[in-house]
């Protein structure tokens, strides 16, 4: 019964992951009523919301899930896991608060 152990936990992490990426889409919903341009980029200054990126495709996710299950729950992990905030104009991760005491100094840099 080893295969159903590791079969076991799997979906228990799942469960894990979907609660732990839930929660961060209920913090990104927070953000976005606090009005517009609550967030800046660390990158290239951009005052405005961040855009959630998933890695990986949505397809093979399903092809996965479809033939072998097991790989299916090891790449839907990865790809919750993986999720990050972008800069909507720049592409890259890492764009924090307007309030915070850098937040402030970009803005600053950029009036
Ligand atoms: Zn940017």
Redesign the pocket.
């Known amino acids: 019964m080893a295969d159903f152990s590791i079969f076991h936990w799997l979906i228990v992490l799942f469960i894990f992951a979907l609660i732990f990426s839930a929660g961060k889409g209920l913090e990104a919903a927070v953000f976005r009523r606090k009005g517009p341009g609550s967030m800046v980029?660390?990158?290239?200054?951009?005052r405005g919301f961040p855009q959630t990126k998933t890695r990986g495709s949505l397809g093979i996710e399903i092809v996965l899930w479809l033939c072998l299950v097991v790989p299916g729950i090891i790449y839907s992990l990865w790809r919750l896991t993986t999720r990050y905030d972008?800069?909507?104009?720049?592409?890259?991760p890492g764009?924090i608060p307007v309030e915070s005491p850098r937040g402030k100094k970009l803005l600053s840099e950029d009036a």
């Open positions: 980029c660390t990158a290239c200054g951009t972008a800069c909507p104009a720049c592409q890259q764009m």
